[in-house]
């Protein structure tokens, strides 16, 4: 029994990689870690709605 459906689970990767990625370009540009984290979860939640609805 798997844990996760391929497209729930190819929705996850994508905002995961969407959300460290933008983690990484806030800490280059010297924000702090709490910032960095809020605007890597605004894009983890943005990237989520938005490949969902292409998906469906």
Do not use: D
């Not at 844990?3 to 990625?21: K, N, Q």
């Amino acid at each position: 029994m798997a844990l996760l459906t391929v497209r729930a689970a190819l929705v996850f990767g994508m905002a995961a990689g969407a959300a460290s990625i933008a983690v990484a370009l806030a800490l280059k540009e010297s924000k702090s870690w709490p910032t960095a984290i809020l605007i890597g979860a605004g894009a983890f939640v943005g990237t989520a709605t938005f490949v969902n609805g292409v998906i469906s």
